[in-house]
């Protein structure tokens, strides 16, 4: 049960992001929405390029019962936006908690 709620609450992660990047684009916050973007498609990326190298052959995630590599691509996409969503999420948390800004990068497209 845990492990389906965990799956769960990755997926919902997913659709926050999302949720939030479409705000971006509303905003017009091109760093926003680019910078969310590259993101996925970097984490998109490594997902695929490590299920489809070999290394990923026994590896079993923690809510499957099978090994990345046998997922479909589509299915490797959709695991690859949970760790640049989860990511995105924790960045969030940091600048949240972090007010005095010690935490700061320079914007990533701006």
Same mark, same amino acid.
């Given at each position: 049960?845990? /492990?389906?709620?965990?799956?769960?609450?990755?997926?919902?992660? !997913?659709?926050? @992001?999302?949720?939030?990047?479409? @705000? #971006?684009? @509303?905003?017009?916050?091109?760093?926003?929405?680019?910078?969310?973007?590259?993101?996925?498609? /970097?984490?998109?990326? !490594?997902?695929?390029?490590?299920?489809?190298?070999?290394?990923?052959?026994?590896? !079993?995630?923690?809510?499957?019962?099978?090994?990345?590599?046998?997922?479909?691509?589509?299915?490797?996409?959709? !695991?690859?936006?949970?760790?640049?969503?989860?990511?995105?999420?924790? /960045?969030? #948390? @940091?600048?949240?908690?972090?007010?005095?800004?010690?935490?700061? /990068?320079?914007?990533?497209?701006?």
């Amino acid at each position: 049960m845990l /492990v389906g709620t965990a799956a769960l609450a990755l997926l919902g992660l !997913i659709g926050s @992001k999302f949720v939030d990047f479409s @705000k #971006y684009v @509303k905003a017009g916050d091109k760093n926003g929405a680019l910078t969310q973007l590259y993101v996925w498609a /970097v984490s998109i990326g !490594i997902t695929i390029l490590f299920a489809n190298s070999g290394l990923a052959d026994t590896v !079993i995630l923690p809510f499957s019962a099978q090994p990345l590599a046998k997922y479909s691509l589509a299915a490797q996409v959709l !695991i690859g936006l949970a760790p640049g969503s989860l990511g995105s999420f924790l /960045v969030d #948390y @940091k600048k949240a908690a972090d007010d005095t800004q010690t935490a700061a /990068v320079p914007s990533l497209f701006e």
